[in-house]
């Protein structure tokens, strides 16, 4: 029998959790007081009193177009596991992942939510495991376009930046593939001393939910990849236009390099991204020779993009309560 660590009683969930709690309120409110201590707000607010509201207006009406595409990228992968939800009713699930992944502090509550609504009219494990692949096909193109607009931003980025952007791409498409061979890694689960509820093949849920992603197939996963393709590019052109709206004057290559690096920051333990994400800008910005006001500037317009659609999300859910078009 296998001896068991004695040294004192575990951590509890609500334990464990108010103490990552604290962390990400630790990271926000320290990058955020780090980057207000570097800029005057005088000039802040006088960049975004000077910005051109018509760029600004297509980047809002590009953002919101994006949850379409996202959702055509869900029922891809969904149709083909066997799932058959409705597009409107997908567009409505990310509207509202969109509400709760803004004003929830972890940035994937919406994506439990989506699961949760949709598990009501297919199997869970499928639904989920969908939603992982889903959200992996979006970093792979993210990252993806970046590595492509490298060599044309390289010269404008420090060598240690451009090597590290390019190191994680690599690593992260070599990690997708692995994930979704599938039977390499079943393989090397198979040898550990895994509980059963944490085993990748079996009837468990994390197993019915790994097989879902392998599941989905090369067909669908290209499918799936060249919507996220359409998506991210759509992104980047929402980050030109918002650069253009502040009059910001830097190339286009750079942007599909600094918008998705920025973006994957927003992975570390904060509140929503607060903190992370204006530091992320300003940090990548300083590299171009732009001003940290003008760097939040374009950190704070490109966050009202989600701002926008989560509102639009939580107004939905708010309207399908009211008539009870929900349970």
């Given at each position: 029998?296998?001896?068991?660590?004695?040294?004192?009683?575990?951590?509890?969930?609500?334990?464990?959790?108010?103490?990552?709690?604290?962390?990400?309120?630790?990271?926000?409110?320290?990058?955020?007081?780090?980057?207000?201590?570097?800029?005057?707000?005088?000039?802040?607010?006088?960049?975004?009193?000077?910005?051109?509201?018509?760029?600004?207006?297509?980047?809002?009406?590009?953002?919101?177009?994006?949850?379409?595409?996202?959702?055509?990228?869900?029922?891809?992968?969904?149709?083909?596991?066997?799932?058959?939800?409705?597009?409107?009713?997908?567009?409505?699930?990310?509207?509202?992942?969109?509400?709760?992944?803004?004003?929830?502090?972890?940035?994937?509550?919406?994506?439990?939510?989506?699961?949760?609504?949709?598990?009501?009219?297919?199997?869970?494990?499928?639904?989920?495991?969908?939603?992982?692949?889903?959200?992996?096909?979006?970093?792979?193109?993210?990252?993806?376009?970046?590595?492509?607009?490298?060599?044309?931003?390289?010269?404008?980025?420090?060598?240690?930046?451009?090597?590290?952007?390019?190191?994680?791409?690599?690593?992260?498409?070599?990690?997708?593939?692995?994930?979704?061979?599938?039977?390499?890694?079943?393989?090397?689960?198979?040898?550990?001393?895994?509980?059963?509820?944490?085993?990748?093949?079996?009837?468990?849920?994390?197993?019915?939910?790994?097989?879902?992603?392998?599941?989905?197939?090369?067909g669908a996963l290209l499918r799936a990849l060249g919507v996220s393709l359409l998506f991210n590019l759509s992104l980047m052109v929402a980050g030109v236009l918002i650069a253009q709206a502040l009059k910001i004057a830097v190339p286009a290559a750079a942007l599909f390099v600094i918008v998705p690096v920025a973006t994957v920051s927003l992975l570390l333990p904060s509140i929503s991204g607060l903190g992370v994400r204006?530091?992320?800008?300003?940090?990548?910005?300083?590299?171009?020779?732009?001003?940290?006001?003008?760097?939040?500037?374009?950190?704070?317009?490109?966050?009202?993009?989600?701002?926008?659609?989560?509102?639009?999300?939580?107004?939905?859910?708010?309207?399908?309560?009211?008539?009870?078009?929900?349970?």
């Amino acid at each position: 029998m296998t001896a068991r660590f004695q040294g004192g009683p575990s951590m509890s969930p609500k334990t464990r959790q108010l103490l990552l709690n604290l962390v990400r309120i630790g990271v926000s409110a320290g990058l955020l007081a780090w980057v207000l201590s570097t800029i005057k707000l005088d000039a802040l607010a006088g960049t975004l009193r000077e910005a051109d509201p018509r760029p600004y207006g297509l980047a809002l009406i590009i953002g919101l177009a994006g949850i379409g595409l996202r959702a055509w990228r869900w029922q891809v992968l969904l149709r083909a596991v066997g799932v058959g939800l409705p597009f409107r009713r997908l567009v409505y699930l990310y509207f509202v992942g969109a509400f709760f992944n803004t004003f929830l502090p972890t940035g994937f509550g919406g994506d439990v939510v989506r699961v949760l609504e949709a598990g009501g009219e297919a199997d869970r494990a499928r639904v989920a495991g969908t939603t992982i692949v889903d959200r992996l096909t979006g970093f792979i193109m993210l990252f993806a376009v970046a590595l492509a607009a490298l060599p044309f931003a390289g010269g404008l980025l420090t060598g240690g930046l451009s090597g590290a952007i390019a190191a994680g791409g690599v690593g992260l498409l070599a990690g997708s593939v692995l994930l979704f061979e599938g039977r390499l890694l079943r393989g090397i689960t198979d040898r550990l001393p895994l509980p059963k509820a944490l085993a990748l093949t079996g009837d468990g849920w994390l197993a019915r939910m790994y097989a879902a992603i392998t599941a989905c197939g090369r067909g669908a996963l290209l499918r799936a990849l060249g919507v996220s393709l359409l998506f991210n590019l759509s992104l980047m052109v929402a980050g030109v236009l918002i650069a253009q709206a502040l009059k910001i004057a830097v190339p286009a290559a750079a942007l599909f390099v600094i918008v998705p690096v920025a973006t994957v920051s927003l992975l570390l333990p904060s509140i929503s991204g607060l903190g992370v994400r204006e530091q992320a800008y300003v940090l990548l910005f300083a590299q171009l020779g732009v001003g940290s006001e003008p760097a939040l500037a374009f950190s704070l317009a490109y966050y009202s993009l989600d701002l926008a659609a989560g509102l639009v999300g939580g107004l939905i859910y708010l309207l399908a309560g009211l008539l009870r078009l929900r349970a």
